[in-house]
């Protein structure tokens, strides 16, 4: 399958996906924003919003989104993925723009065991990281310590950070 016919299959999926990361509401917005898309499922009381890029999918650990949104200011970084387990945490490592993984991350594990949410402190750090690269690699591991590995593009990231306006947007201090 073509990447674009993927993106726009796999479009849908992250948006039916995105419930995960707020409650039901549909969505009001969705752009491109280079290899980002903006999703904005706000209402007249809250304001909820994401970013993805997708991975390109692999026979063997399917298909990867990397999302960072925001709701009410509160902003979070979620690697969405193909089953990982049910534990409350998963192993993580990235690396930007081709360098070495750096040491394994705990994350936290959605209750789905199909994403994990990066700590407050690793959003920080890899957000400052992720505005000075074109790519990401990340390598999650799953129940069975296997390891399932996607390359995130991130051409537009700047941009489409900045339309969460949680404070995201704003690059190293």
């Known amino acids: 399958m073509s990447r674009s016919g993927f993106v726009t299959l796999f479009a849908a999926a992250v948006l039916t996906a995105s419930a995960v990361l707020a409650t039901a509401s549909p969505a009001a917005a969705q752009v491109p924003i280079g290899d980002f898309y903006f999703f904005d499922r706000s209402d007249a009381a809250t304001r909820r919003a994401s970013i993805t890029t997708l991975a390109e999918e692999s026979h063997v650990t399917g298909a990867g989104g990397l999302t960072w949104s925001c709701e009410d200011g509160e902003r979070r970084l979620i690697v ?3 089953y990982l387990g049910r534990s409350m945490r998963a192993s993580v490592r990235w690396a930007f723009d081709g360098e070495e993984p750096g040491d394994s991350e705990s994350w936290i ?3 789905t065991g199909m994403a ?3 700590p407050a402190e690793v959003e920080t750090q890899f957000t400052r990281r992720a505005l ?3 790519e990401v690699v990340l390598d999650l591991s799953d129940y069975e310590y296997r ?3 996607y390359t995130f593009t991130l051409a537009g990231l700047a941009e489409a950070l900045a339309m969460l306006q949680c404070g995201v947007g ?3 201090s």
């Open 80 to 82: 969405s993925s193909t």
């Open 109 to 111: 594990l959605r209750r």
């Open 116 to 118: 994990v949410i990066a």
């Open 132 to 134: 000075g690269s074109k």
């Open 147 to 149: 390891r399932h590995t």
């Open 170 to 172: 704003a690059g190293p």
